[in-house]
């Protein structure tokens, strides 16, 4: 059984277009996670998010965001895509430790986004 | 911001020799985390490292984690084919995500 999936797994689409990723988990993880792969590999997080908190890297647009209609499935939805937003995006989750700290992070596959 | 800087950047190593990838970090690591990506794949966690001073095998893969807890190599013994990818080093940050090095694209050559 797939433990985090990502739909699409390819996504092409033109420039200005609204767009969503899909991100489910059926591990019974109470926080989720968007990263972005740019062009060299280089992985950063987007957005983490539990029932509790959304926290936001201050860098990411406000074009993008994440939508969690429960506590298994965290949506990305991008408004007016760009050209720069072309990368994988990578969905995880894990629990979240009491001392802090994520645990280990289960990788959805990732969604290749290309924008024309 | 702590910054993850991983060495070397790509690696071409011949099957069973051993190497190395190291993990710098510029403040106190208080958790660290290996990662392995194949090419276009998701992210497979190999180890976590809390304590300074630790370190942990699974297979042929061991990683420590120095005294100080600013630094972490990930050593593979014997490569294989299989070992080959982008690994990953991780670190926590207050917002409970990871922040990830650059990575090292590792290539073992037959």
């Known amino acids: 059984d797939t433990a985090v999936s990502q739909t699409p797994k390819y996504l092409v689409t033109q420039m200005g277009n609204d767009k969503s990723i899909k991100c489910e988990q059926n591990l019974g993880h109470d926080t989720m996670y968007w990263y972005k792969q740019d062009s060299k590999k280089f992985l950063k997080i987007m957005f983490s998010?539990?029932?509790?908190?959304?926290?936001i890297n201050e860098t990411v647009p406000n074009r993008f965001s994440p939508k969690s209609p429960d506590k298994a499935h965290l949506n990305l939805h991008i408004n007016s895509l760009e050209l720069g937003d072309s990368a994988v995006y990578f969905c995880?989750?894990?629990?979240?430790?009491?001392?802090?700290?994520?645990?280990?992070?289960?990788f959805g596959p990732g969604t290749r986004l290309t924008v024309l | 911001s702590q910054e993850l800087e991983q060495s070397p950047q790509s690696l071409i190593v011949q099957e069973g020799k051993n190497l190395t990838i190291n993990c710098t970090s510029s403040k106190t690591l208080y958790g660290l985390y290996w990662y392995k990506q194949k090419y276009g794949e998701g992210l497979i966690f190999l180890m976590m490292?809390?304590?300074?001073?630790e370190e942990k095998s699974h297979e042929k893969i061991t990683a420590k984690l120095d005294e100080k807890k600013q630094q972490s190599s990930l050593h593979i013994t014997a490569s294989q084919p299989s070992h080959a990818g982008i690994y990953l080093c991780?670190?926590?940050?207050?917002?409970?995500?990871?922040?990830f090095g650059k990575g090292t694209s590792l290539l073992v050559t037959p």
């Open positions: 998010y539990n029932n509790k908190e959304l926290i």
């Open positions: 991780g670190a926590d940050t207050p917002g409970y995500a990871l922040n």
């Open positions: 490292l809390q304590k300074g001073g």
């Open positions: 995880a989750s894990s629990i979240t430790l009491q001392a802090g700290g994520p645990g280990e992070q289960f």
